[in-house]
Structure formats: C-alpha cells, structure tokens
C-alpha cells in the first residue's frame, strides 16, 4: 500500500518552463508536509516546508490540499540546475516516521 | 554544509566481513535515523533514535545493528550481509521527532556487498 504516490516522471521541460508537479497522501492524519530535492547519487536535501495556507520561496510555490489530500510543487522560470528528482514526504506530527514518496524526476534542458 | 557527516563514503566488502558506518551531526539535534535507498524504490526507514534512546527498529535483519553512544554518534554495524543489501545508507538529524521536524541527511555511503 503506497502512502505517497508521486508521477515519477521524468518532465522534461525548457530552461524557463514552468513545471508542477502533485503528490497525494493516504493518510489522513498526516498533518506536516515537505518538499526535499535529490541529484543523482546524492542525499536528499530539504527544499521546503509545506503549510497549510501554501508558501513560496523565490521560483517556487507548495501548495496543499487537505480535503483532497495533495501537494503540489510549482517552479516558475526553469533553470538547468534545477533538474533533480523531486521528493514528496509527508509526516504525523509527534511521530518519528516521515513517508517519503518515490520522487518525480525533472530534466530542464537548454 | 549539511552538517551531518558520514563516513566512509564508500564501502565494498564480502559478505563474510564485518564493517561499521559512522555518522556525526554537528546540529544539535536530538533525533537521527538511518535509511536505505535501493534503485527505484523509496527511502527506507531502518532505525530511529531520540535522546539516544532506540525508539523504532522497522523490521531490519539482525545483521544490521545500530549503536548511538550520545546524540550526535550514530553508528551502523554491519555482518554477514548480503548482495541486495547493496544500496545508499543515509544518515539523518532532526530537531526532535521528524513528524514536526524537517530532516537533514549525510552525503550517504554507498555500499556495495559482493
């Protein structure tokens, strides 16, 4: 049973696309939501946190949606270091586990 | 700078060899985890540790063991491992309890078991 499901792509886009990527969430009662991105054979690294009334950071807006439980990731104005693979992870809150999804590829070419 | 550390970055060995995995966070955390990354699938929670204290063991082989002298020391003992424990081992801190807190993770050791 996949608790966060991603589109594990990969997106292929042009430097200055603009790419979304949703992840959705089985369990109801996960209540903290992140963002973290991965390059190839490296760890992953926190991009951002997800709150409940969506936040942005420069180039890139997370949205959540509980009643339909997903998150989205936006990136405005590709750039080629933004290629990665992009992980969904969401948690309950006062529990060590986080879930992490299997991540959603992106390619931003020239 | 992630602030956690992990050595070594990589590691061959025989499945008959014994060998350990260090981890050290320089963050002041209270919490550190250990995960696999296997090709094609998601990270996989192994072991989790609070105020040095074993809080989740999620089903792993006794060949992996793990030891956390203080909160900043996190060990990984391996034996008599098999080939599809070949993988990336990432280490991770946290402030507390990851449910609220984000994770910061090591660069990982790449393990290769022949």
């Known amino acids: 049973r996949k608790e966060v499901e991603q589109d594990p792509g990969p997106f292929n886009v042009p430097e200055g696309a603009t790419v979304a990527f949703n992840c959705t969430y089985s369990?109801?009662?996960?209540?903290?939501f992140f963002w973290y991105r991965q390059d190839c054979r490296k760890e992953p690294k926190l991009l951002m946190s997800?709150?409940?009334s969506g936040n942005e950071d420069g180039r890139f807006t997370a949205q959540l949606n509980r009643a339909s439980q997903y998150i989205s990731l936006l990136i405005r104005d590709s750039k080629l270091s933004d290629s990665a693979t992009y992980l969904c992870?969401?948690?309950?809150?006062?529990?060590?586990?986080?879930?992490f999804g299997k991540g959603t590829m992106l390619l931003v070419s020239p | 700078e992630t602030g956690v550390t992990q050595t070594p970055r990589h590691l061959v060995m025989g499945m008959t060899n014994k060998k350990s995995l260090k981890c050290e966070q320089h963050?002041?955390?209270?919490?550190m985890y250990w995960y696999k990354q296997s090709a094609k699938k998601p990270l996989e929670l192994m072991f989790v540790?609070?105020?040095?204290?074993?809080?989740e063991n999620n089903s792993v082989p006794s060949r992996f063991s793990p030891e956390c002298p203080n909160s900043s020391h996190l060990f990984l003992h391996l034996h008599t491992l098999q080939p599809e424990d070949s993988a990336l081992y990432l280490c991770?801190?946290?402030?507390?309890?990851?449910?609220?807190?984000?994770?910061?993770f090591g660069p990982g050791t790449r393990l290769t078991v022949t």
């Open positions: 369990n109801s009662a996960s209540q903290s």
């Open positions: 963050l002041g955390h209270n919490a």
């Open positions: 997800v709150y409940s």
């Open positions: 991770a801190s946290s402030q507390d309890l990851a449910g609220s807190y984000e994770q910061y």
């Open positions: 540790y609070n105020f040095k204290e074993q809080t």
């Open positions: 992870v969401a948690g309950l809150r006062g529990y060590s586990t986080l879930t």
